[in-house]
């Protein structure tokens, strides 16, 4: 436990220190308009208070992604906390608010034209295609996990509650953001964090003999027999996105930059949401520690072999009591759909600002939205054609969202490096180099990849790190150069 309340401390440090350096770096102006003000048009460009936007933002960036994530990643041992830490602070907080920002000085662009200005067209063409897979993707991923709860807890059939969450996520894609998603996302947001608070009460009240630090950072999955063929490098670098650092969350962010009204608010909604759902992602490693490692699976009546769904629904009942258990439930419910509707809302934004097509009325938006659900209930009947469907679409899912991240770290190094004095580029230079080598060594040595020998992993991996940094500094000397 003491491992735990160190990583928890050391995020809120690494919010109040090191989320006001990258400020700093970026710059903001409150004199400056915002999108929300400037381009205001009642359906996407919709200016909302600070908080709302705050829950919104946490909301769309949090799906499963830090609660079962976290619990897969925990069974690595308290690895995963120092991953979720450093990774939060250094890395997936700093893409947040800096693709966040970029998106508000940029008229409210989307990811995909970020890209473009900073690391070409070329790069930018093969990005829109990417994140549009990606989102999705995430939405198909997302409609799966919370029908199988809603299906436990009200006894009705899964396919069913996959028709309503679909249904819902029509409806969310096509009607302005403040009538559905600024209504009802700070309520969900509420039972999210209520989920994870009254946990982390119970873990205090209960203080659990989990692995400690001091017990060793190697791969406890290995040897108690819960993880096989997983290496902590790269695997737990995947595993664990959401809670650490996602590619996702920067398709996200021009949504909430489209809301915000002044540019000082940008670390608490964009650095402070990610921060937040790190905070969740701990919690929920800490639980899964005791779940795996210390008799809780035992306690709260379930097995070692269970799925994370099938953890989080035994231990939010047993800990939680009926009224706690539904509340918390409905949490990790809420949390996966209200990412995945703005996933096709964001999708729609991108294929609209890539073929310049205004979006103001609904037939307009059906034109774009009826392929993408489209593509996602294909996506969605292999998933639950396929018994293994949705644990491989899950691990695409979890590389293609980190690949994504690697972009969008790049266009900021780039942004930093032309428009920015000093050395301010290194604070994602060495970010964007790591999981870059993440991700390549993953796909190289993993199954579902080119299942090269998972002996090469550590040269892949130093590799691909030293060619990208030698590759950024070539390509900057030669930049300079050509400014001379």
Known sequence: MFSFLISLAALILGYVLYGRFVERAFGPDPSRATP??????????????????????????????????????????PSCYLWIVFGCIFA??????????????????????IIRKYLGKGTSTVMLVFSILLMVM????????????????????????????????????????????GRFYPIFAFALIFMAVA?????LVKWPAIPEFWDGLGNMGKSSGLLSGQSIFPCLFITVACGAISGFHAT???????????EKLGRPIFYGAMITEGAIALIWAAVSSYFFYAGGAAEVGSDLSAQAPAVV?????????????ILALLGVVAAPITSGDTAFRSARLMIADALHLEQSNYAKRLLIAVPLFAAGALMLWFNIADENGFNIVWRYFGWSN?????FTLWAITAYLTTEKKGAWYLMTLLPAAFMTAVCLTYICVEKIGFNLPQAWT??????VFSVAICLYYLLRAKKLKKAI
Request: hydrophobic share 50%; proline share 5%.
């Open 36 to 77: 929300a003000v400037s381009k205001a048009d009642g359906v996407d460009y919709v200016p909302m208070p600070s908080w709302k936007v705050y829950m919104i933002q946490f909301l769309n960036i949090a799906g499963t992604g830090p609660i079962f994530g976290a619990i897969m990643g925990a069974k690595f041992g």
């Open 92 to 113: 997936g907080a700093v893409h947040d608010y800096m693709s966040g920002m970029l998106s508000v000085r940029n008229g409210g662009a989307g990811l995909p034209e």
């Open 138 to 181: 995430v939405g198909a991923v997302f409609v799966y996990s919370p029908a199988i709860i809603l299906g436990g807890m009200t006894g009705g059939g899964m396919m069913i509650w996959v028709a309503v969450v679909f249904v819902y996520y029509l409806l969310a894609t096509l009607v302005p953001i403040d009538k559905i998603i």
């Open 199 to 203: 946990l982390a009460v119970c873990l």
């Open 252 to 262: 996200q962010s021009p949504m909430m930059a489209r809301c915000i009204k002044n």
């Open 313 to 325: 629904t035994a231990v939010s009942r047993s800990w939680l009591g009926v009224l706690g258990g």
């Open 402 to 406: 980190q690949t994504l991240s690697c």
């Open 458 to 463: 550590p040269y892949i991996a130093v590799g």
